[in-house]
T-cell receptor, first 113, second 113 residues
Protein backbone atom coordinates (compact mmCIF):
# COMPACT_ATOMS: atom_id res chain seq x y z
CA UNK A 1 0.00 0.00 0.00
CA UNK A 2 1.46 3.34 -1.09
CA UNK A 3 2.07 5.73 1.75
CA UNK A 4 2.54 9.46 1.24
CA UNK A 5 3.03 11.27 4.53
CA UNK A 6 2.86 14.98 5.13
CA UNK A 7 4.55 16.13 8.31
CA UNK A 8 1.73 18.34 9.63
CA UNK A 9 -2.07 18.29 9.27
CA UNK A 10 -2.47 21.84 10.56
CA UNK A 11 -0.01 24.70 10.68
CA UNK A 12 -0.40 28.31 11.80
CA UNK A 13 2.29 30.81 10.84
CA UNK A 14 2.73 34.56 10.85
CA UNK A 15 3.19 36.81 7.84
CA UNK A 16 6.83 36.95 6.80
CA UNK A 17 7.84 33.65 8.38
CA UNK A 18 9.72 31.02 6.42
CA UNK A 19 7.60 27.88 6.23
CA UNK A 20 8.63 24.32 5.38
CA UNK A 21 6.10 21.68 4.37
CA UNK A 22 7.52 18.18 4.25
CA UNK A 23 6.36 15.18 2.26
CA UNK A 24 7.72 11.65 2.35
CA UNK A 25 6.75 8.66 0.19
CA UNK A 26 7.73 5.07 0.81
CA UNK A 27 7.26 3.54 -2.67
CA UNK A 28 10.50 4.62 -4.36
CA UNK A 29 8.48 6.79 -6.75
CA UNK A 30 10.30 8.93 -9.30
CA UNK A 31 7.81 11.78 -9.45
CA UNK A 32 6.54 14.02 -6.67
CA UNK A 33 4.15 16.96 -6.77
CA UNK A 34 2.92 19.84 -4.63
CA UNK A 35 -0.59 21.23 -5.10
CA UNK A 36 -2.68 23.78 -3.34
CA UNK A 37 -6.40 23.23 -3.01
CA UNK A 38 -8.79 26.16 -2.69
CA UNK A 39 -12.61 26.08 -2.88
CA UNK A 40 -13.80 26.56 -6.42
CA UNK A 41 -10.27 26.44 -7.84
CA UNK A 42 -9.59 22.72 -7.67
CA UNK A 43 -6.07 21.34 -7.42
CA UNK A 44 -3.44 23.69 -8.77
CA UNK A 45 0.10 22.47 -9.34
CA UNK A 46 2.81 24.51 -7.63
CA UNK A 47 5.97 22.50 -8.41
CA UNK A 48 6.88 18.98 -9.35
CA UNK A 49 10.02 16.88 -9.42
CA UNK A 50 10.83 13.88 -11.59
CA UNK A 51 14.18 13.05 -10.03
CA UNK A 52 16.43 13.91 -7.12
CA UNK A 53 17.58 17.54 -7.31
CA UNK A 54 15.32 18.11 -10.33
CA UNK A 55 12.35 20.44 -10.19
CA UNK A 56 9.95 22.08 -12.58
CA UNK A 57 7.51 24.91 -12.10
CA UNK A 58 3.85 24.14 -12.18
CA UNK A 59 1.04 26.57 -12.83
CA UNK A 60 1.39 28.75 -9.72
CA UNK A 61 5.04 28.72 -8.54
CA UNK A 62 5.25 32.37 -7.46
CA UNK A 63 6.11 32.73 -3.78
CA UNK A 64 7.18 29.09 -3.43
CA UNK A 65 10.32 27.02 -3.84
CA UNK A 66 11.01 23.30 -3.45
CA UNK A 67 13.80 20.96 -2.49
CA UNK A 68 14.37 17.32 -3.33
CA UNK A 69 17.66 16.14 -1.85
CA UNK A 70 16.52 12.53 -1.43
CA UNK A 71 14.21 10.49 -3.63
CA UNK A 72 11.65 9.90 -0.91
CA UNK A 73 11.36 13.47 0.34
CA UNK A 74 9.97 16.58 -1.36
CA UNK A 75 9.80 19.84 0.56
CA UNK A 76 7.75 22.93 -0.22
CA UNK A 77 9.18 26.21 1.05
CA UNK A 78 7.39 29.49 1.53
CA UNK A 79 10.26 31.96 1.78
CA UNK A 80 8.13 34.73 3.30
CA UNK A 81 4.61 33.59 4.05
CA UNK A 82 1.74 35.86 3.10
CA UNK A 83 -1.94 35.74 3.99
CA UNK A 84 -2.87 34.77 0.41
CA UNK A 85 -0.93 31.56 0.90
CA UNK A 86 -3.46 30.37 3.46
CA UNK A 87 -4.68 27.14 1.89
CA UNK A 88 -4.73 23.35 1.92
CA UNK A 89 -1.49 21.92 0.53
CA UNK A 90 -1.43 18.44 -0.94
CA UNK A 91 1.62 16.39 -1.82
CA UNK A 92 1.46 13.51 -4.31
CA UNK A 93 3.81 10.94 -5.78
CA UNK A 94 3.79 8.78 -8.91
CA UNK A 95 6.00 5.93 -10.08
CA UNK A 96 6.84 7.52 -13.44
CA UNK A 97 6.39 4.21 -15.24
CA UNK A 98 3.59 5.39 -17.49
CA UNK A 99 0.71 4.48 -15.19
CA UNK A 100 0.08 8.14 -14.44
CA UNK A 101 -1.53 7.35 -11.07
CA UNK A 102 -0.87 9.93 -8.40
CA UNK A 103 -1.02 9.00 -4.72
CA UNK A 104 -1.86 11.86 -2.40
CA UNK A 105 -0.93 12.71 1.14
CA UNK A 106 -3.55 13.72 3.69
CA UNK A 107 -2.82 17.41 3.24
CA UNK A 108 -1.54 20.28 5.38
CA UNK A 109 -3.96 23.08 6.18
CA UNK A 110 -1.81 26.19 6.48
CA UNK A 111 -3.11 29.40 8.00
CA UNK A 112 -0.98 32.53 7.66
CA UNK A 113 -1.99 35.28 10.08
CA UNK B 1 -0.73 24.59 -21.70
CA UNK B 2 -3.69 22.37 -20.96
CA UNK B 3 -6.91 23.84 -19.58
CA UNK B 4 -9.62 21.63 -18.08
CA UNK B 5 -13.11 22.91 -17.35
CA UNK B 6 -15.50 20.94 -15.14
CA UNK B 7 -19.25 21.24 -14.70
CA UNK B 8 -21.32 21.43 -12.62
CA UNK B 9 -19.54 22.74 -9.53
CA UNK B 10 -22.25 21.24 -7.27
CA UNK B 11 -24.71 18.44 -7.92
CA UNK B 12 -27.41 16.95 -5.73
CA UNK B 13 -29.21 13.75 -6.69
CA UNK B 14 -31.66 11.44 -4.98
CA UNK B 15 -30.25 8.15 -3.78
CA UNK B 16 -30.64 5.57 -6.51
CA UNK B 17 -30.62 8.11 -9.34
CA UNK B 18 -27.73 8.67 -11.76
CA UNK B 19 -25.16 11.47 -11.67
CA UNK B 20 -23.15 12.85 -14.59
CA UNK B 21 -20.15 15.18 -14.36
CA UNK B 22 -18.65 16.68 -17.50
CA UNK B 23 -15.19 17.99 -18.36
CA UNK B 24 -13.73 19.63 -21.43
CA UNK B 25 -10.04 19.96 -22.27
CA UNK B 26 -8.14 22.25 -24.60
CA UNK B 27 -5.00 20.34 -25.65
CA UNK B 28 -5.74 17.92 -28.49
CA UNK B 29 -2.52 16.05 -27.59
CA UNK B 30 -3.96 14.99 -24.21
CA UNK B 31 -4.34 11.23 -24.11
CA UNK B 32 -5.02 10.23 -20.52
CA UNK B 33 -8.04 11.26 -18.44
CA UNK B 34 -8.34 10.16 -14.80
CA UNK B 35 -11.05 10.87 -12.24
CA UNK B 36 -10.25 11.35 -8.56
CA UNK B 37 -12.68 11.21 -5.64
CA UNK B 38 -12.11 13.15 -2.44
CA UNK B 39 -14.35 12.31 0.49
CA UNK B 40 -14.75 14.91 3.20
CA UNK B 41 -11.53 15.34 5.16
CA UNK B 42 -9.70 12.70 3.14
CA UNK B 43 -7.15 12.61 0.37
CA UNK B 44 -8.04 12.40 -3.35
CA UNK B 45 -7.96 8.88 -4.75
CA UNK B 46 -8.12 7.61 -8.31
CA UNK B 47 -11.44 5.90 -9.06
CA UNK B 48 -11.33 5.38 -12.82
CA UNK B 49 -9.34 6.50 -15.83
CA UNK B 50 -9.49 6.30 -19.61
CA UNK B 51 -6.92 6.55 -22.36
CA UNK B 52 -7.54 8.15 -25.71
CA UNK B 53 -7.63 4.89 -27.64
CA UNK B 54 -10.97 3.88 -26.07
CA UNK B 55 -14.34 5.63 -25.97
CA UNK B 56 -15.80 4.17 -22.79
CA UNK B 57 -14.73 2.32 -19.68
CA UNK B 58 -16.86 0.84 -16.91
CA UNK B 59 -16.17 -0.33 -13.39
CA UNK B 60 -19.29 -1.54 -11.60
CA UNK B 61 -21.48 1.54 -11.03
CA UNK B 62 -19.08 4.07 -12.51
CA UNK B 63 -18.22 4.70 -16.14
CA UNK B 64 -16.26 7.24 -18.09
CA UNK B 65 -16.87 8.26 -21.70
CA UNK B 66 -14.51 10.17 -23.97
CA UNK B 67 -15.27 12.17 -27.11
CA UNK B 68 -11.92 13.12 -28.64
CA UNK B 69 -13.45 15.09 -31.47
CA UNK B 70 -15.35 17.36 -29.10
CA UNK B 71 -12.56 17.21 -26.48
CA UNK B 72 -14.80 16.29 -23.63
CA UNK B 73 -15.14 13.40 -21.20
CA UNK B 74 -17.73 12.53 -18.58
CA UNK B 75 -18.11 10.53 -15.39
CA UNK B 76 -21.32 8.58 -14.95
CA UNK B 77 -22.40 7.13 -11.61
CA UNK B 78 -25.48 4.90 -11.61
CA UNK B 79 -27.62 3.75 -8.67
CA UNK B 80 -26.04 6.38 -6.44
CA UNK B 81 -25.48 5.61 -2.77
CA UNK B 82 -24.73 7.87 0.23
CA UNK B 83 -21.05 6.88 0.10
CA UNK B 84 -20.83 8.45 -3.37
CA UNK B 85 -21.10 11.87 -1.71
CA UNK B 86 -17.71 13.53 -2.28
CA UNK B 87 -15.84 16.01 -4.44
CA UNK B 88 -14.88 14.61 -7.83
CA UNK B 89 -11.99 15.95 -9.91
CA UNK B 90 -11.33 15.25 -13.56
CA UNK B 91 -7.85 15.65 -15.04
CA UNK B 92 -6.01 15.43 -18.33
CA UNK B 93 -2.44 14.96 -19.48
CA UNK B 94 -0.32 14.33 -22.55
CA UNK B 95 2.83 13.69 -20.51
CA UNK B 96 3.23 10.04 -19.64
CA UNK B 97 6.78 10.41 -18.45
CA UNK B 98 6.45 13.00 -15.74
CA UNK B 99 2.76 12.33 -15.02
CA UNK B 100 1.93 16.03 -14.82
CA UNK B 101 -1.85 16.31 -14.59
CA UNK B 102 -4.06 19.34 -15.12
CA UNK B 103 -7.10 19.10 -12.85
CA UNK B 104 -10.58 20.51 -13.22
CA UNK B 105 -12.07 22.69 -10.49
CA UNK B 106 -14.07 19.87 -8.91
CA UNK B 107 -17.72 18.87 -8.47
CA UNK B 108 -19.27 18.48 -5.04
CA UNK B 109 -21.75 15.62 -5.35
CA UNK B 110 -24.35 15.21 -2.62
CA UNK B 111 -26.57 12.13 -2.49
CA UNK B 112 -29.90 12.84 -0.84
CA UNK B 113 -31.23 9.81 1.11
Amino acid sequence: DVKVTQSSRYLVKRTGEKVFLECVQDMDHENMFWYRQDPGLGLRLIYFSYDVKMKEKGDIPEGYSVSREKKERFSLILESASTNQTSMYLCASGDGQGKNIQYFGAGTRLSVL
Amino acid sequence: GENVEQHPSTLSVQEGDSAVIKCTYSDSASNYFPWYKQELGKRPQLIIDIRSNVGEKKDQRIAVTLNKTAKHFSLHITETQPEDSAVYFCAATSNFGNEKLTFGTGTRLTIIP
